[in-house]
């Protein structure tokens, strides 16, 4: 898709923008491969993308492309797997590191 529904911001990450009503909402989000895109998170728009919103989503992307398969659901992604996966403690810990 093309402006004016989504738009490149940087670091390989992207924003699908649409409307809610009379909010205009974000969703960030990144691509594992060719065919699978990866949902970061969500926002209410702004005037722009807030720098430390791209960042959160640039530390979303690089933990997936560690370890997909802990951030996976479902069958068909068996191209993703690239290492086992982590414990839950390691992914708690990774989680409080979070803003």
């Given amino acids: 898709m093309r402006r004016p529904y989504a738009d490149y911001l940087r670091d390989d990450i992207y924003e699908l923008r ?3 009503g009379r909010r205009n909402l974000r969703i960030l989000y990144f691509f594992a491969g060719k065919n699978i895109v990866v949902a970061s998170h969500g ?3 702004e005037a722009a993308v ?3 919103e791209i960042d959160l989503a640039i530390r979303r992307r690089e933990r997936f492309l560690h370890n997909p398969i802990a951030h996976t659901y479902g069958i ?3 191209d993703l797997m690239t290492k086992s996966s982590p414990g839950k403690e390691e992914e708690e ?3 409080e ?3």
């Fill in 97 to 99: 590191k979070e803003p």
């Fill in 93 to 95: 810990k990774a989680d």
């Fill in 76 to 78: 068909g992604y068996q």
């Fill in 18 to 20: 649409f409307k809610d």
């Fill in 43 to 45: 926002l209410a728009k």
């Fill in 50 to 52: 807030p720098p430390k």
